[in-house]
């Protein structure tokens, strides 16, 4: 059964640095792996997507990376800004069912 | 507006009490699914259709129906609303699964008392 991994929990960083986020999972099956912000009460929205056989996506300051042998994803984002805390959540879509499984989130706080 | 709504936003019940919270897709999206999120266990997946008349169970289904009469619908039915049923409630859809990126609604919250 496939299970996704944020690492950490939460990340406090000073505003300005560079940062990256960690998404791993088991079975390297997957169809795309999806970065998602949430912010705190609200929906999901969409920042990268990327197909299995895609190295990395880059919209504006993120860069999301997907290492598929070793079930690794990467969401960099440069140059934080108070703006980009939030939580960030990745999704797998395996390849073996027709169901999208979630990670817990990572919980970012920029400190300005 | 491309979007996936819900309805309702909020929605404080009873135990028992039948309940069903809408989602629509104005994007003409095959793919549809069901969300539940709560604190310390992240987003599971509870119902998700292919299509049309495509339904199957997600990680989480006990407790819960779905339908999928008209592409742009997906409704979720709780039939016998439990307490352990409160939760915040998201719809997404998207055009397949193997290509295209998932969009959600605003989310529901549901308390059940």
């Known amino acids: 059964k496939q299970e996704v991994t944020q690492i950490p929990a939460a990340l406090s960083v000073p505003e300005g640095e560079n940062l990256v986020l960690n998404c791993s999972f088991t079975?390297?099956?997957?169809?795309?792996l999806q970065w998602f912000r949430q912010d705190p009460g609200k929906g999901l929205t969409s920042l990268l997507l990327?197909?299995?056989?895609?190295r990395e996506q880059t919209s504006g300051r993120l860069n999301a990376s997907l290492d598929k042998s070793s079930g690794r994803s990467t969401l960099y984002i440069a140059a934080s800004q108070p703006g980009d805390s939030a939580t960030y959540l990745c999704?797998?879509?395996?390849?073996?069912?027709?169901?999208?499984?979630f990670g817990k989130g990572t919980r970012l706080h920029i400190l300005p | 507006e491309a979007q996936v709504t819900q309805n309702p936003r909020y929605l404080i019940t009873v135990t028992g009490k039948k309940l069903t919270v809408t989602c629509s897709q104005n994007?003409?999206?095959?793919?549809m699914s069901w969300y539940r999120q709560d604190p310390g266990l992240g987003l599971r997946q509870i119902y998700y259709s292919m299509n049309v008349e495509v339904t199957d169970k997600g990680d989480v289904p006990e407790g819960y129906k779905v339908s999928r009469k008209e592409k742009r619908n997906f409704p979720l039915i709780l039939e016998s609303p439990s307490p352990n049923q409160t939760s915040l409630y998201f719809c997404a859809s998207g055009k397949g699964l193997r290509y295209n990126e998932q969009f959600f609604g605003p989310g529901t919250r549901l308390t059940v008392l």
């Open positions: 079975d390297s099956a997957i169809y795309n």
């Open positions: 990327i197909q299995s056989s895609q």
């Open positions: 994007m003409n999206h095959e793919y």
């Open positions: 999704a797998v879509s395996p390849s073996r069912d027709d169901k999208i499984i």
